[in-house]
T-cell receptor
Framework: AQSVTQLGSHVSVSEGALVLLRCNYS??????LFWYVQYPNQGLQLLLK??????LVKGINGFEAEFKKSETSFHLTKPSAHMSDAAEYFC??????????FGGGTRVLVKP | EAGVAQSPRYKIIEKRQSVAFWCNPI?????LYWYQQILGQGPKLLIQ????????DSQLPKDRFSAERLKGVDSTLKIQPAKLEDSAVYLC?????????????FGSGTRLTVV
């Protein structure tokens, strides 16, 4: 069975600082990997995904993530946080069949 | 392109009552999912449909939850009778096919409060 671990349920960053959200997965084969963002009272919006090919994936809103097979990680970064980045972020994996298994989420607070 | 539509947005019911949620996926999307998101947790898959057939309902509490997708388009999720622990956001999502690698499109969800 697959599982996803997101380190830190809450992260606080200053505006303009680096955003780093950690995600580790367990899977017997390399999965497809996703990051989603959820704003209050809204559904999930896809930030980026890794399927095959280049391990550094660029997404929307300046976010990017790097797939590291040896570390079974898919950490999400953004060089400079903006107030609009305050939201909850979910890492997810899929291993065929398109069923997504989500991590517990990380809530990002951006301080002015 | 219209998104995934869900209704109602909010619902408050008493325990032991029944409730139903409706989802209209993106046109042409063969695969439809219902997820349950309890406050402070990541979404958990309840059921996956491919057209009008069930692909995975292993996490669906079948003693109280049921879902259908007649004609392979719209879907309804029902809870009868509801328990306090069913309070959650119920998210519907659809995707073009069931092959891994294609991101979903999620609806805005239905927030259920059971009192």
């Amino acid at each position: 069975a697959q599982s996803v671990t997101q380190l830190g349920s809450h992260v606080s960053v200053s505006e303009g600082a680096l955003v780093l959200l950690r995600c580790n997965y367990s899977s017997s084969v390399p999965p497809y990997l996703f990051w989603y963002v959820q704003y209050p009272n809204q559904g999930l919006q896809l930030l980026l995904k890794y399927t095959t090919g280049a391990t550094l994936v660029k997404g929307i809103n300046g976010f990017e993530a790097e797939f590291k097979k040896s570390e079974t990680s898919f950490h999400l970064t953004k060089p400079s946080a903006h107030m609009s980045d305050a939201a909850e972020y979910f890492c997810a994996v899929s291993k065929g069949g398109n069923k997504l298994t989500f991590g517990g989420g990380t809530r990002v607070l951006v301080k002015p | 392109e219209a998104g995934v539509a869900q209704s109602p947005r909010y619902k408050i019911i008493e325990k032991r009552q029944s409730v139903a949620f409706w989802c209209n996926p993106i046109s042409g999307h063969a695969t439809l999912y219902w997820y349950q998101q309890i406050l402070g947790q990541g979404p958990k898959l309840l059921i996956q449909f491919q057209n009008n057939g069930v692909v995975d309902d292993s996490q669906l509490p079948k003693d109280r939850f049921s879902a259908e997708r007649l004609k392979g388009v719209d879907s309804t999720l029902k809870i009868q009778p509801a328990k306090l622990e069913d309070s959650a956001v119920y998210l519907c999502a659809s995707s073009l096919d069931s092959v891994g690698g294609h991101g979903y499109t999620f609806g805005s969800g239905t927030r259920l409060t059971v009192v």
